[in-house]
């Protein structure tokens, strides 16, 4: 079974595709929970918005209907009013009356203006203000929900690579290999003895005395060098 030489990089680059993969999940469960409650909070602007522009339409019937309730009165004032009455009965003034008639129409003429301001421009400023408001938390809630988590650059896995992995395992036995082989030599091979000059002092050697040394004697010694135990 051939080993992978790039086995601990890919490892590695698992380990951080699985790292990028959990992160992205992480952030998009957040975007998730940010995005419903960003939806929740734009339905309640848009329920506020509504609320503020109906209130402000009910104002404006309110006070139309507080300015014919006023020229009501007014009119009844001046159809009840005694001297208005006996001059008109009696004849004698074709201005009898008139004060009050034009009292009352001052008063009317108010009251009008009043109502078509309120639905006019008091109407219009009210709903630009709540237009902006809407349109502030509006932007404010896509604010808070934020940016869409990206999953990102891809992760690249290195190419697996058997021949390297082959070629060191081979080494290896080879160098296994070669040890043994030279362990087996070195018990196979047969101790050289060692000559009959180096062992001096263990006993006496057979000299190859010169010619000129013949005339002293020296006695000479024949041993049997295979009887010798040299495992000391």
Request: some cysteine; hydrophobic content about 35%.
């Amino acid at each position: 079974m051939c080993v992978d030489a790039n086995a601990a990089a890919r490892n590695a680059a698992k380990q951080r595709w699985m790292q990028k993969d959990a992160e992205y999940r992480s952030q998009s469960l957040k975007f998730f929970n940010r995005e419903a409650q960003a939806v929740r909070k734009k339905g309640e602007n848009v329920r506020g918005y509504s609320q503020e522009i109906s209130n402000d339409y009910e104002r404006a019937k309110y006070v139309q209907g507080q300015a014919f309730k006023a020229y009501e009165k007014g009119f009844i004032s001046y159809q009840t009013n005694k001297a208005t009455a006996a001059a008109k009965q009696e004849g004698r003034s074709r201005t009898a009356g008139r004060a009050s008639m034009l009292a009352l129409l001052r008063a009317q003429g108010t009251l009008e203006g009043s109502v078509r301001q309120e639905y006019g421009v008091n109407m219009q400023r009210r709903y630009r203000a709540r237009l902006a408001k809407l349109q502030s938390k509006q932007a404010a809630a896509r604010n808070d929900l934020g940016v869409r988590p990206e999953y990102g650059a891809p992760v690249l896995m290195p190419p697996s690579d058997y021949l390297s992995g082959a070629l060191q395992i081979a080494s290896q036995v080879a160098s296994i290999a070669s040890g043994f082989k030279e362990l087996g030599a070195a018990k196979n091979k047969t101790p050289d003895l060692p000559k009959t000059n180096e062992l001096s002092g263990l006993y006496s050697f057979d000299f190859d005395l010169d010619p000129d040394w013949s005339g002293l004697n020296i006695p000479s010694y024949d041993f049997d060098f295979g009887k010798i135990d040299f495992n000391y």
